[in-house]
Every structure is written in C-alpha cells, then in structure tokens.
C-alpha cells in the first residue's frame, strides 16, 4: 500500500470561487410590457408629415405601409421606389394567384407592415361591421400602431390612423366608439371633385365609415374572406 495521495490545495480555493459566483449570478426579471400611455379619450397617430399618395393606382396597399411606417418611426418617407419594393414583395405573399391588375390581397397585404412595421400585423376579419371596429380600435389603442381597412368591398385600403371612444379599450369593454380619423392615399391622384378618398385624416362617425368599410367580395375567386370586413391589423399580445 503506497502513501496516501496529497490533497491538492487548489482545489479548496477552486471550489470555493465557483460558489461565490454561482451566487452572484441573478436571474434576469421577464421583460415588463411596455405601459400604455395615458387615455384621452381617444388615440391618434397623425403628423402632417406622414402621408404619401401611391404611386400608381395599384399601390394603395403600398403606400399605406410607408404612411403606417412613418406614424410608427416617426419618417416622413415619400419615395416611389419604396412603394414599389412593398409592392412587389407583398404580391410575392399573396394567399392567392392574381393577376397583376387586381394587386394585393390581405395576406399579401399583412405581410408588408409585418415586414416592415410590427411582426404582429395579421388579416383579421369580422362577420359584422361593429365587431371589427372594435377590434381595429382596441389593437390601435394597445399597440399604437396603425390599422389597415379593405374598404370598397377589398377594391381598396385606407389607414385608420385615429378614434375617439367613450371608455379605454384597452381596459373595458364597456366603450362605445364615437369617431375614427381616416387616410387613403388615393388622395392627391384623383380627382378632388369626384374622388373616393377624403382628405388625409379625415374624421368620420362610425355610421358613415359603415357606407366604405364593406364586406370582401372578390367575383373571380371565392377566397375565404368573402362577405367579411377585413382589416390588416398588429394583434395584440
């Protein structure tokens, strides 16, 4: 039997070291969600220097991405060239083959603000116009980002930028809204006379954005939209 092997004085101190850092070491707290800022009666993400007339007249889909991106980073974005990248890359993620003079759909659509704005930007659709109101407001009032609506049956997209309300949504559902500030980017390449889209925030009652905000019908495809009031909008987490 050989001499008992000698204890290493290095391994005392070692062991003692990893214990102290093992207890340094604090467990990161979950993120905190950012508050809400304070109720107003209402929300608006309005700047004179945020809208853009589209480029041509198949790109107001891509045209309300660079007005959404501008209320959202705070730009003042006006470029051709980027409508055209919007444009071409959302009819690369269309849920449907169309041809090129019936543009975008909304799956296409969601994918240029998710892309570009907020990865929380989805079609979402509604069997009755009261319902997707509410749901357009609550998601501008939580997220502070912008909602998209097919009007003119889906033939075409406004920016619904702002509301009035009696109560919170994001705290009740007990709030009637009372009026919305709209922006379509037709303006400025139609007539002013006889055009379909008003000036740039424009504020309407619910009963009149009722008369533009219709049900999808879409006559060469039956998509699962159909008879449904769609709106592109960042779902709240």
């Known amino acids: 039997m050989g001499p008992a092997p000698r204890r290493s004085p290095l391994l005392p101190r070692l062991l ?68 055209q990248r919007y444009y071409d890359y959302m009819r690369t993620q269309n849920r449907y083959r169309l041809p090129a003079s019936d543009g975008v759909d909304p799956q296409g659509w969601a994918a240029g603000p998710r892309n570009w704005v907020d990865k929380r930007y989805q079609p979402v659709s509604h069997t009755s116009f009261d319902s997707a109101l509410r749901s357009a407001v609550r998601s501008l009032r939580r997220t502070s980002r912008p ?35 709209v922006t379509g980017p037709l303006w400025g390449l139609q007539s002013r006379t006889w055009g379909y889209d008003m000036r740039p925030n424009t504020r309407l009652p619910p009963a ?26 960042a779902v709240p987490g």
Do not use: K
């Open 16 to 83: 003692i070291l990893l214990l102290a850092l093992a207890g340094s070491i604090a467990v990161a707290p979950a993120p905190v969600a950012a508050a809400l800022p304070p109720w107003h009666g209402g929300v608006s993400t309005w700047r004179p220097d945020v809208f853009t007339t589209q480029g041509t007249w198949l790109w107001c889909t891509a045209a309300d991405v660079q007005i959404i991106r501008n209320m959202t980073y705070r730009l003042a974005d006006h470029s051709r060239s980027n409508q």
């Open 147 to 181: 909602v998209g609506l097919l009007v003119a049956r889906g033939g075409h997209a406004w920016v619904l930028n702002g509301f009035t309300a009696t109560a919170d949504p994001a705290v009740t559902d007990s709030f009637i809204v009372t009026s919305v500030n």
């Open 208 to 233: 009149q954005l009722r008369t533009f905000w219709t049900p999808w019908h879409y006559a060469p495809i039956r998509m699962t939209w159909e008879g449904r009031i769609v709106q592109v909008q």
